[in-house]
């Protein structure tokens, strides 16, 4: 009995893959011969897709009230899909009729009702199974979304929790009739199709339409295919799947951190690990997981005694680390026969960022401070946010190409410049530090010093303090970061009669950079600085973090805790990430930063 049933759902598999094979190949054969028009166009963009993937699963799973789901998430989509020709209405449109198919769906009883706890008894969800359904679906149908950033990833990681679905439904005693088969046809298609995006037809990234039609249908296989014992492990590991990345990118960053520290002197000398970032890197890994995942699985649904689950799950997690290793780290490079042009910078984000030690980066200042003024020298303190709003913002990336040069302030950008650059950033510089080093020399060449910026307390507070550290230093004025735009001329003015050297312009991220931008011609320094929050902390009133925060990368969280306005700030944290790991998968396996640089400087 049980092997006619193993027998059955397996020839299921093979039909749905023979389908499915024959459906890439015909699409691709008619995709060449079409030179326009609307069917060329449906096929482009996904919507032959989905038809295809309505009538597998109808054929499969002839189950009325199945139907009946389809339908209401499959009519509305494709029908927009095929009347909207421009993805950007499209997507706004999508996003609301999405919203619409979800609660419909959830509406006509498709819900999570109780979760089963696996040491025995459940959880009914009663009244509010309908929200948390509908909210299931959301973050779900968001989250698989996520995935379509990267080329093959969206349908490897469908055809990833499909299995471990499947896994589930072939482990567990009671199976729902139409989840098998189901699961069967969806892993098929997600899987084949994961193949022919890596390896044969160059289709890009899936379709956004298509992605949320198999989000939304993933997210239905998780609630109709677990039984009441599965719910809770299937729904942890389906979470789990999503978590992976997350963990694996903090990992990434802690790993190169920790490196970086641990051998920095090496890192002067020779670069750091490659790391093998590509399409195939990212989904090759997602195929690891999946295996480690659905070991896991099996071992705690099929339970084996403790000493063996231990040592399976110990020997899987080991097995796990080696292998992801393998695949993303090539190994050192030693590059000594490379000749750098500009020895002091590397230029990221087409900004030219200081990667020596501070001490040649002081010597660098005082060697345009100890010349008489010729022109007015902007130099920028980026933290990793302050560096992505210039890929955001053209006037701002302007203001920073034409600084003098970029101190790195963040481990943020320290950290984008290992994982990117062929050399390294070698040292974080602070601003707050950098400026103190800054008052150091002026006290001792008499460089006179101007502060601009903070309210009035704070100023004359940090003045006074800053006085007393260093007494024969030459503070020349200060004045107020409060005033109204037609008071901007007397400011620089009274500025250019004291002869000032050194300004130091605390007004922020982005007002400091725009206000000197606009006087740039006006002003007659030979320095300007934009120094940001650094007087609050100078002043006494606000506290710099603490040595473990700055040592560890966390100034961020520790500034946040303290002023927790700043939260929609750091939000763009992520999307830092986000961005980086992006550029490093257009870098690919050949050619560094650093080499493209070179090639870009020497055409130059
Ligand atoms: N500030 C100012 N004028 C303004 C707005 C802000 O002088 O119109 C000052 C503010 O008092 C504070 C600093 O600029 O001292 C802003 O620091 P923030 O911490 O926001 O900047 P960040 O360090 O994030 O660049």
């Known amino acids: 009995m049980k092997e006619a049933y193993l027998l059955t759902n397996l020839s299921i598999f093979f039909k749905a893959l023979f389908l499915v094979w024959l459906w890439i190949e015909s699409s691709n054969v008619l995709e060449k011969r079409l030179n326009g028009g609307l069917l060329k166009r449906l096929l482009q963009q996904g919507t032959i897709d989905g038809l295809f993937l309505f009538a597998l699963l109808s054929y499969f799973i002839p189950d009325r009230s199945f139907q009946f789901y389809l339908q209401i998430l499959f009519i509305p989509f494709l029908i927009l899909d095929g009347l909207l020709p421009k993805l950007e209405t499209k997507m706004k449109v999508f996003f609301w009729v999405e919203i619409a198919v979800v609660f419909a769906i959830v509406k006509s009883g498709l819900v999570i009702s109780f979760i089963g706890n696996p040491s025995g008894g459940y959880y009914f969800f009663g009244d509010s199974s309908i929200f948390i359904s509908f909210f299931w679906f959301i973050f779900f149908v968001s989250l698989i979304n996520l995935l379509n950033l990267i080329e093959g990833l969206l349908f490897g990681m469908t055809s990833v929790l499909c299995m471990t679905f499947l896994v589930g439904l072939f482990v567990q ?40 039609i198999i989000a939304i249908l993933v997210g239905m ?85 403790k000493a063996w689950s231990i040592a399976i799950l110990c020997f899987c997690f080991l097995i796990f680390i080696r292998i992801t290793q393998l695949i993303f780290i090539k190994n050192y490079k030693k590059c ?46 980026p933290d990793a946010l302050c560096l992505y709003k210039t890929v955001h913002d053209p006037y701002f990336k302007d203001i920073f190409q034409k600084a003098m040069m970029a101190i790195p302030d963040g481990a943020g950008v320290l950290w984008a410049s290992i994982f990117l650059c062929e050399r390294p950033i070698l040292q974080r510089i602070p601003g707050i530090e950098f400026s103190k080093d800054l008052f150091q020399l002026s006290q001792d060449n008499n460089y006179k010093i101007f502060f601009l910026g903070a309210k009035q307390e704070t100023l004359t507070k940090a003045c006074d303090k800053i006085q007393s550290e260093f007494p024969q230093l030459n503070i020349v004025g200060s004045q107020n970061g409060y005033f109204n735009q037609d008071e901007e001329d007397a400011i ?19 007002l400091q950079e725009y ?10 320094v030979k320095l300007c600085v934009g120094v940001g929050g650094s007087l609050d902390v100078m002043s006494g009133n606000l506290k710099r973090s603490p040595k473990f925060f700055q040592d560890y990368g966390l100034e961020w969280l520790y500034r946040t805790l303290k002023e ?23 870098q690919g396996d050949k050619e560094t930063l650093a080499l493209h640089e070179i090639t870009n400087l020497n055409q130059g």
């Open 336 to 381: 000594k026969d490379i000749i750098f042009p500009l020895e002091d910078f590397i230029i990221m984000f087409g900004v030219k960022i200081f990667r020596g030690r501070k001490k040649r980066a002081l010597e660098i200042v005082d060697s345009c401070l100890s010349q008489p003024y010729s022109k007015m020298h902007h130099l920028v303190t």
């Open 173 to 212: 005693s009671t199976t729902n009739p139409t989840a098998l088969p189901f699961a069967i046809v969806l892993t098929a298609f997600s899987f084949l199709l994961w193949l022919f995006t890596l390896f044969r037809v160059k289709k890009g990234v899936t379709s956004p339409i298509l992605s949320s």
């Open 564 to 586: 927790p306005w700043r939260i929609t700030r750091i939000l763009g944290l992520p999307l830092f990430i986000l961005y980086i790991l992006k550029q490093k998968l257009k």
């Open 492 to 510: 620089i003015q009274n500025i250019n009669q004291l002869e000032v050297d050194i300004l130091f312009v605390a007004l922020g991220v982005p």
């Open 515 to 524: 206000f000197i931008d606009r006087n740039r011609d006006k002003l007659k």
């Open 221 to 305: 296989l998780s609630i109709i295919a677990t039984s009441k014992k599965l719910a809770l492990i299937s729904i942890s590991i389906t979470l789990g799947i999503f978590l992976i990345p997350i963990v694996f990118f903090s990992f990434i960053i802690y790993f190169t951190h920790f490196l970086y520290k641990l051998k920095p002197t090496e890192f002067a000398e020779q670069p750091q690990v490659l790391w093998r970032f590509t399409t195939r890197t990212v989904n090759a890994f997602a195929l690891v997981a999946t295996i480690t995942l659905n070991v896991i699985v099996s071992v705690i649904v099929l339970h084996p005694s």
